[in-house]
């Protein structure tokens, strides 16, 4: 039961993340395709510029609600098919349950089935589910994130930087403050991880723009060869 469980989880996950806000809610209210304006990006930030506030909102509740409702699914998913009692009969518990669904609804933003694969880097569905999953982590790793694009004006190495202390706030968190045994604090660090690593790869393309100083700060106008970037996207 435990791996139908988990083959259930990941291709709900998948399809609900492949839902893209953007995309959607462009179509719906402008009848365009986000994808041909702007920066064209299926994300936050280029509808804001593009289609103004009442779009860009709707695109950021849709983000948002697409990993809450993964995870809340994934959790009654497992109750059902493993037993309410799962968490001490099964090696995963809720937590692990959810890391692994809010995954695969990355990938699904990421890389999206409607929409030839093509979609956004995944920031606004994991914070999502790192505050459905994990609160207090979620309150520590998105004022670093503000933090350092306060300083920076940087959202890209801001996202980056998050992705990279998260798992390390993660276990510090799992295992000093809720005081979760070693081996499960572990197991969701290593959950975390994959996350991590999969928004960082995301912005290689900005990690090479940092390096070449050729990085748009937040609330820059400036266009490389004539077209916007990506560089402070939120997708």
Same mark, same amino acid.
């Given at each position: 039961?435990?791996?139908?469980?988990?083959?259930?989880?990941?291709?709900?996950?998948?399809?609900? *993340?492949?839902?893209?806000?953007? #995309?959607?809610?462009?179509?719906?209210?402008?009848?365009?395709?986000?994808?041909?304006?702007?920066?064209?990006?299926?994300?936050?930030?280029? &509808?804001?510029?593009?289609?103004?506030?009442?779009?860009?909102?709707?695109?950021?509740?849709?983000?948002? %609600?697409?990993?809450?409702?993964?995870?809340?699914?994934?959790?009654? #998913? %497992?109750?059902?098919? !493993?037993?309410?009692?799962?968490?001490?009969?099964? @090696?995963?518990?809720?937590?692990?349950? *959810?890391?692994?669904?809010?995954?695969? $609804?990355?990938? *699904?933003? #990421?890389?999206?089935?409607?929409?030839?694969?093509?979609?956004?880097?995944? =920031?606004?569905?994991?914070?999502?589910?790192?505050?459905?999953?994990?609160?207090?982590?979620?309150?520590?790793?998105?004022? @670093?994130?503000?933090? =350092? /694009?306060?300083?920076?004006?940087? /959202? $890209?190495?801001?996202?980056?930087?998050?992705? %990279?202390?998260?798992?390390?706030?993660?276990?510090?968190?799992?295992?000093? #403050?809720?005081?979760?045994? !070693?081996?499960?604090?572990?197991?969701?660090?290593?959950?975390?991880?994959? &996350?991590?690593?999969?928004?960082?790869? !995301?912005?290689?393309?900005?990690?090479?723009?940092?390096?070449?100083? &050729?990085?748009?700060?937040? *609330?820059?106008?400036?266009?490389?060869?004539?077209?916007?970037?990506?560089?402070?996207?939120?997708?």
């Amino acid at each position: 039961m435990m791996i139908l469980t988990l083959l259930v989880t990941a291709v709900i996950s998948y399809l609900l *993340g492949s839902c893209n806000s953007a #995309i959607i809610t462009v179509r719906l209210l402008k009848h365009e395709d986000i994808r041909e304006h702007g920066s064209k990006n299926a994300g936050l930030t280029n &509808t804001l510029r593009c289609y103004g506030k009442v779009p860009a909102l709707i695109t950021l509740v849709g983000d948002l %609600a697409k990993g809450i409702i993964a995870a809340f699914l994934s959790l009654q #998913i %497992a109750k059902l098919l !493993m037993g309410a009692d799962y968490e001490s009969v099964y @090696f995963l518990d809720r937590r692990a349950i *959810g890391y692994i669904s809010g995954f695969f $609804s990355i990938l *699904g933003h #990421i890389f999206p089935l409607y929409y030839g694969f093509k979609g956004g880097k995944g =920031v606004l569905v994991s914070c999502s589910i790192l505050l459905v999953i994990d609160p207090i982590t979620f309150c520590i790793v998105i004022p @670093f994130f503000i933090i =350092v /694009v306060a300083v920076s004006r940087y /959202v $890209s190495l801001g996202s980056i930087l998050a992705a %990279a202390v998260y798992p390390i706030i993660t276990f510090f968190v799992h295992y000093f #403050i809720y005081h979760i045994d !070693m081996t499960h604090s572990l197991l969701h660090t290593g959950l975390v991880v994959g &996350t991590s690593a999969l928004l960082i790869y !995301m912005h290689r393309s900005n990690i090479q723009r940092l390096k070449n100083g &050729t990085e748009n700060k937040f *609330g820059s106008k400036k266009k490389d060869n004539g077209v916007m970037n990506d560089s402070d996207e939120v997708k």
